[in-house]
């Protein structure tokens, strides 16, 4: 299956004590084009998810400025998030899609987590150190707190529920930790959910066309190394063109296909845009070179793209009409996060709270 599952395990276990409604928080930065591997990592996911669970996908612009950013980049790279997410099949009758700074309880939260989470738990996440490097005493603190504001992005709604790839599994457990011991602080065990991970299914983590042990990323330098959202039909034939592989041929098992990484990437890239197996597109191109395999891949990838593509420009042709969903869609975030902050500055000891 290529929807993302939830651990129902969890779900139902009776150390589970949170009796709210259970709730999918996302965030994605406005920090480049999305691409296929957000495309079948998350959005396509989505577009499923939103008939099974109630979801906010965000637009996470407060965690984009920990770094400096282009003001006019900034806004035109929200608008072109927010149209990927629409054109991919996301629909804003059904899900929540809104970008961060419009919802001042993501800010309000944070604050109010910066004093419960204890410094050394910040200080061990790795994530903050691969991106600071040796420069770490001239990065912003917004950049090293980020961690304490994306608990706050997931909590603000008592969301039970986040996609997750394996380098944000950490900064989800210190949610789990804020919320435990705020919890435990003021004497309120059910107060907040301890958020869990969703399983991911096929296409959870495509990786680089120009390096098989890299994730496909938009921050790669080499435009080469992805297919973006909007990449036209000529880009995409290019591109898998020139994408990495060996001297070898399609092998007919998925055994055969250990230790080839830029091989079993593309495999299942072709498997997870027909939402078939990896062993069915190896039974159709067992033993064929890649001379082959690389067209009809790019046929399928320019098939299920180009309309999302077209859809795209369309959208982004009308940037106020996109303001005008990503306002509509703060308000009912707003309508959610409110309650739930009224409670817990009550909960604080705040007077007139």
């Known amino acids: 299956m290529n929807d993302i599952k939830t651990d129902t395990s969890v779900l139902n276990t009776p150390e589970r ?52 950013q282009d003001p006019k980049l900034l806004r035109q790279q929200t ?22 700074s419009r919802v001042r309880a993501h800010t309000e939260l944070a604050w109010y987590f910066n004093c419960v989470a204890r410094l050394g738990w910040l200080n061990r996440m790795t994530q903050f150190k691969d991106k600071a ?82 994730k496909m990323s938009k921050s790669d330098p080499s435009d080469n190394s992805r297919i973006n959202l909007t990449d036209s039909a000529d880009d995409i034939a290019k591109k898998f063109k020139k994408a990495k592989t060996d001297a070898g041929v399609i092998p007919e098992t998925v055994k055969e296909m250990e230790g080839r990484l830029e091989v079993k990437n593309l495999v299942g890239i072709f498997a997870a845009l027909t939402e078939r197996t990896d062993q069915d597109i190896l039974t159709e191109y067992a033993g064929q070179g890649f001379g082959v395999f690389k067209p009809a ?27 005008r969903i990503l306002a509509a869609a703060a308000d009912r975030a707003t309508e959610i996060a409110e309650p739930i902050l009224a409670d817990v500055r009550k909960t604080i000891g705040f007077s007139g709270a």
């Open 17 to 68: 004590s949170y009796k709210g409604q259970d709730r999918v928080f996302s965030g994605v930065q406005p920090s480049g084009t999305l691409h296929l591997g957000n495309y079948l990592g998350a959005l396509k996911k989505f577009v499923k998810m939103q008939d099974q669970m109630e979801c906010l996908f965000c637009i996470v612009d407060l965690h984009a400025i920990t770094v400096w």
């Open 79 to 100: 608008h072109e998030i927010t149209a990927a997410y629409l054109a991919s099949g996301v629909d804003p009758k059904k899900a929540i899609v809104y970008n961060q």
């Open 133 to 214: 490097g040796k420069n770490s005493e001239r990065m912003s603190v917004g950049l090293y707190d980020y961690p304490v504001l994306q608990a706050a992005d997931i909590l603000a709604f008592k969301a039970t529920h986040v996609p997750v790839g394996e380098d944000q599994r950490q900064h989800l457990e210190l949610s789990r930790d804020i919320a435990a011991k705020f919890n435990h602080d003021f004497d309120a065990p059910d107060f907040f959910p301890l958020p869990e991970a969703l399983v991911q299914g096929p296409g959870a983590k495509i990786l680089s066309l120009r390096d098989g042990s890299k």
């Open 297 to 323: 891949l790019a046929d399928v990838a320019v098939e299920k793209l180009e309309p999302i593509t077209n859809l795209m420009r369309r959208y982004l042709a009308d940037p106020d009409e996109l303001d």
